[in-house]
């Protein structure tokens, strides 16, 4: 990452000058600020590059590596909405005639033309922020270290100077400091703490939906489900597509017996996200509580397909088994596991099904699913464990 941050340059930047701060002034009147941040680095405060504005609400922002040929970025736009204050920002790809553009500024029209870097930024969805905010994502991720580089940027109906992303850098760097802080105190147990903590962090980046979401999680673990959901909503007002607390709303929904709600919430979070398992579990777990079992069987199977130890978790962000007959939920996670062959994981979950009162030895025998079980040894252990004894 280090060698390829040597070389970085913005579109419309002197070449020798890796600008940690540009700015671009949209034709609908928006400013826009960017800026590079290095977590745990000194934030340095070099030159300002410039940004190639287009002849739309969009400005594209573009790194180069001159001695590599390569380039990553992405293209901006943004939009003052209906209510007042809001602002709505889009990240999109880069158009491939980027590259005619990079070239043409390198003086050498006959080079080859510079490549796209195979692994560029991921997008963040689109994000609703308020006049004058920010929002930072991931723009460079080291595998080697796990060190990152996060692009922030802000968007005002106002000029933005280079001491308003001064001030930008610092927040973002102690919000994450905090971030850190927050997840270890949650590990940990110390939810109160954890809530402070998010509290700080939002303070300094109120447009983070994914603090809003994990200060949501810290509430609803500690009982404080209708702040808990207001947290979730807020994340969803910045970030409509933001399948975890979709999920997490439903959770709530569905430990207040609102099976229907819940359904409805699940469904929509798998509907952004189709390889969520925790979301097909909790889904099922729905369908189990309504009375569908054939429905609630396929969802834990697709759960267990896209995560064969989802099961086995811990509830985490599943929800538990309200309102569901928790040995026949057992039951089928039995089932689940002997067809995937893991006859183990079978055995214990038939355990606790029979611990948890579903000793039906006819539904077992009959079940294809189970069947080659009936002859192991452990098997006719547990029946003999939980067979009922005469009084």
Sequence with gaps: MRSMLAGLALLAAVPAAAAEFAFATLEGGLHVGFALVHPGQEIRTGGIGEVVVQRTNGVS???????????????????????????????????????DDLRRRTGCLGCPLPKPLASGPERPAPRVISDGDFLTFDLLVNPQTGGTILDAVKVSSQPISVDDMKLVAHRVVAAQEEMRRADLLAARGSLSSASMALVRVLALTPSDPVAHNKLGICYQRSGRTNEAWAQYE??????????????????????????????????????LKPDFATGYKNLGAAYLAQGQLDEGLAAYRAAHRLDPSILSAPAGSSVNATGVEVGLQYYYFAKIYAAASDLESAL?????AFAAGFYDLEA??????LSQLLADPRYLALVEEFAPRPE
């Design 234 to 271: 807020r994340a969803l007002e910045i970030d409509p597509d933001y399948a975890a607390v979709w999920n997490n709303m439903g959770s709530i929904e569905h430990n207040r017996r609102h099976f229907v709600e819940a359904l409805k919430l699940y469904e929509r979070a798998i509907s």
């Design 348 to 352: 214990t979950f038939l355990q606790r």
């Design 61 to 99: 922002r573009v790194l180069f590596d001159e001695d590599a040929g390569t380039y990553f970025g992405y293209r901006l736009e943004a939009e003052a909405l209906a209510i007042p204050g809001r602002l709505r920002v889009v990240l999109r790809p880069l158009s491939p005639r980027i590259a």
């Design 364 to 369: 077992v025998a009959e079940d294809t699913d």
